[in-house]
């Protein structure tokens, strides 16, 4: 429900920012009419705070009517005039997990987009699993901005009812989810590194107390369930090319006031490293056993004669070895490369969680006993720094 106190001194500031036309200055008063869909953008800006918006809460909340599996569709720059943007890989991963989850409720699996300008990414999202694609085009909508997405997403959740959002845990969904979240008074499970349908539920399932222990959290009382998923951490599925999904266009009148954050000037820092290692095929990663700098660089020349990138545990992060942005884990970087080859690294449950979907894990430590082991599928118990000298001369040989 929404309502407007007396308070209201009939500045009009809130007309032009609903995106659906729902104001209508009334005897100098804001009165909102049935096409409110409670977005909340109204309120950000009426300067005396004379809107409230009252929700539901709790068990006193009839779920039945939320249906549906959604998943934010992120796109990012290509620096390509002819296609300026494209599908972030986590997109799909998330539409692969989605459709399971979909097919166990016996409902559709949907992908919201938001763009300035659709480049035909209807196609590739129906590869991926989408039945329907939600689709709001507006040239507003030509970069991420807090307001303005958030504004859409909550929008077109209070007009649908999904019974479950998905995100990618990436700068964008970090940002995007909570916003959604607090707007709506529902849940959100941050880095889920597994999901599956209990009970109807969406069971959210991800490491806590510092990774020690896996939490199952479920939402029974508020909808939509809400979960951010990390790259690389839901297998991508095979597309299936020539799948057309339904693709439903929302309109929204979107008003440049509602951007209370002004991009000035954009500096595109990528992280080279970073970047490297979440999409790398092939990962040399070394740990504490590693010893020193400079018999950690011993890493470097075997990575490249795999044509592999290097990557590190917290521990050899800590110690120097090699930069924050190589760390692979918990508070690094989720990989899953096809080759993960480990060196001097115990195989703590925060590093595992971020490697742990690699398609071959190939372990080196010289404790038996070391539960690196446990996810390896290859275990060699050694001495690092015997075995990477000699895999080095091998590789050299094979390539000569
Ligand atoms: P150690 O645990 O000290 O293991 C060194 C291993 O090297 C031992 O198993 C030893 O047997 C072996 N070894 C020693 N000498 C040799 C040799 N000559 N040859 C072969 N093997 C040898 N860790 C991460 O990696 N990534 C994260 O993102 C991360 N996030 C964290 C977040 C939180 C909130 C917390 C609390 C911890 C996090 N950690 C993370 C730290 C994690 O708990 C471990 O401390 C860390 O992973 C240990 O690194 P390591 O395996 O290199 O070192
Ligand atoms: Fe306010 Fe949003 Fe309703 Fe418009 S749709 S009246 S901006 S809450
Ligand atoms: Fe009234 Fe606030 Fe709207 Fe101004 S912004 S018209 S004070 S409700």
New binding site residues.
């Given amino acids: 429900m929404i309502e407007v106190s007396k308070k209201c001194i009939g500045c009009s500031k809130c007309v032009p920012v609903c995106p659906f036309a729902a104001i209508n200055m009334i005897d100098r008063k804001a009165v909102m009419n049935e096409a409110c869909t409670l977005c909340g953008a109204c309120v950000q800006v009426c300067p005396v705070q004379a809107i409230t918006i009252t929700r539901e809460e709790g068990a006193s909340r009839d779920l039945s009517g939320y249906k549906g599996v959604w998943v934010y569709v992120e796109l990012s720059e290509t620096g390509d005039k002819t296609h300026p943007k494209k599908i972030k890989q986590v997109t799909f991963e998330l539409l692969s997990a989605g459709r399971r989850l979909a097919d166990e409720l016996g409902e559709e699996l949907c992908a919201v987009l938001m763009t300035d300008k659709d480049q035909n990414y209807a196609k590739e999202l129906g590869a991926y699993g989408a039945d329907k694609v939600y689709m709001v085009e507006h040239d507003e909508l030509f970069e991420y901005n807090t307001d303005i997405f958030s504004t859409v997403m909550v929008s077109l959740v209070t007009r649908h009812k999904p019974s479950v959002i998905l995100y990618g845990a990436t700068i964008q969904g970090r940002d995007l989810a909570p916003r959604v979240a607090s707007t709506l008074y529902v849940g959100l499970t941050a880095d889920c590194t597994a999901l599956a349908i209990k009970d109807g539920l969406l069971l959210q399932s991800r490491p806590a107390f510092?990774?020690n222990i896996m939490a199952d959290i479920l939402a029974p009382n508020s909808r939509p369930q809400m979960a951010t998923v990390r790259p690389n951490v839901m297998k991508m599925g095979e597309p299936v090319h020539g799948r057309s999904p339904l693709v439903v266009r929302e309109s929204a009148k979107l008003d440049r006031s509602l951007r209370r954050v002004k991009v000035l000037e954009r500096k595109i820092a990528h992280d080279a490293a970073a970047v490297k290692i979440e999409n790398a095929n092939i990962i040399v990663s070394g740990?504490?056993?590693m010893?020193t700098k400079d018999k950690f660089k011993q890493l470097e020349e075997l990575s490249k004669l795999l044509g592999g990138v290097v990557g590190a545990?917290?521990?050899?992060v800590d110690l120097g070895f090699k930069e924050k942005t190589h760390?692979?884990?918990?508070?690094?970087t989720t990989v899953s490369p096809k080759l993960y080859l480990s060196?001097?690294?115990?195989?703590?449950v925060?590093?595992i969680v971020?490697m742990k979907a690699s398609d071959v894990i190939i372990a080196?430590?010289?404790?038996p006993n070391?539960p690196i082991f446990n996810v390896a599928k290859y275990g060699i118990v050694g001495?690092?720094?015997e075995i990477v000298p000699k895999l080095t001369e091998a590789l050299k040989k094979l390539k000569k």
């Avoid at 760390?327 to 690094?332: D, H, L, T």
């Avoid at 060196?343 to 703590?348: D, E, H, N, P």
Wanted: no cysteine.
């Fill in positions: 510092g990774g740990g504490r056993g010893k545990s917290r521990a050899a760390q692979v884990g918990q508070s690094g060196f001097g690294i115990s195989g703590a925060q590093h971020g080196v430590n010289k404790d070391a001495d690092a720094h």
